[in-house]
């Protein structure tokens, strides 16, 4: 079974495939950005992927015990969840729907 940073490192190069997807750096991390805005990166701290999703899905996430509520400082992101358990099925789906999320954006 992979470690979280090698399943998010084989996740990465899957949306590094994509043309519009790149890497750059958010929250001393490296993460992807989809046309210049970072959807995912991973956290040291949290132990797992963080993902840019709309607020109401973020939610939900946590509600059913997916996600947790991910905090910078005394700051509740709510467009932000970490993923701590590591789930190949779970993780690429939620990355692709922050990459579709964050795509959607106004740039």
Same mark, same amino acid.
């Given at each position: #079974? %992979?470690? /979280?940073?090698?399943?998010?490192?084989?996740?990465?190069?899957?949306?590094? %495939?994509?043309?519009? +997807?790149?890497? *750059?750096? #958010?929250?001393?991390?490296?993460? @992807?950005?989809?046309?210049?805005?970072?959807? /995912?990166?991973?956290?040291?701290?949290?132990?797992?992927?963080?993902?840019? @999703?709309? %607020?109401?899905? !973020?939610?939900? =996430? +946590?509600?059913?015990?997916? !996600?947790?509520? #991910?905090?910078? *400082?005394?700051? &509740?992101?709510?467009?932000? +969840? !970490? =993923?701590?358990?590591?789930?190949?099925?779970?993780? &690429?789906? @939620?990355?692709?729907?922050?990459?579709?999320? +964050?795509?959607? @954006?106004? &740039?």
């Amino acid at each position: #079974m %992979a470690t /979280a940073q090698e399943l998010y490192d084989d996740l990465i190069m899957e949306h590094l %495939a994509r043309p519009e +997807v790149s890497l *750059g750096r #958010m929250f001393h991390a490296e993460g @992807l950005k989809v046309n210049g805005k970072v959807f /995912a990166f991973f956290s040291e701290a949290k132990g797992g992927v963080v993902l840019k @999703l709309p %607020a109401a899905r !973020a939610g939900e =996430l +946590v509600g059913e015990g997916t !996600a947790e509520v #991910m905090v910078m *400082g005394a700051r &509740r992101m709510r467009e932000w +969840v !970490a =993923l701590p358990v590591p789930d190949e099925a779970v993780w &690429r789906r @939620l990355m692709a729907e922050a990459a579709d999320y +964050v795509e959607s @954006l106004p &740039r």
